[in-house]
């Protein structure tokens, strides 16, 4: 069997160079789960319900600690959704970005003294 030595290509070398994003390094697999709870998200509350109308950040920080604790405590699935809670934990994050960025969060998040870490 013929081996061949990997050259890196001259346009990712560039790309690299130019600080572009490399989704390579996403695992595209796992988009499909957070899809379908964006997509559960969507039928119940409204698609991009959180650039329409603020939300709290608070709202979200319960519903990745109550995702959490399930899945922490053995249980994968939500029972509304059907789907893994680390998919909802991860919608939950997206959405709370998203809405940062839109302009939409209202930071209730109830820090106390710093919020460095």
Not at 3 to 12: A, D, F, G, S
Not at 29 to 46: M, T
Not at 58 to 78: F, P, Q
Request: net charge neutral.
């Amino acid at each position: 069997m013929k081996t061949y030595q990997l050259r890196e290509n001259p346009k990712n070398i560039q790309q690299k160079k130019e600080g572009k994003t490399q989704y390579e390094h996403l695992p595209f697999r796992v988009l499909e789960g957070l899809a379908k709870v964006l997509q559960h998200g969507a039928e119940k509350y409204g698609h991009y319900n959180w650039r329409e109308q603020p939300i709290l950040a608070s709202t979200y920080k319960a519903a990745i600690m109550r995702h959490l604790v399930a899945w922490s405590e053995g249980v994968n699935t939500d029972p509304d959704s059907g789907l893994n809670h680390l998919y909802h934990i991860m919608a939950c994050c997206v959405v709370a970005l998203d809405a940062e960025m839109s302009g939409t969060l209202t930071d209730d998040r109830g820090y106390t003294e710093t919020k460095e870490v």
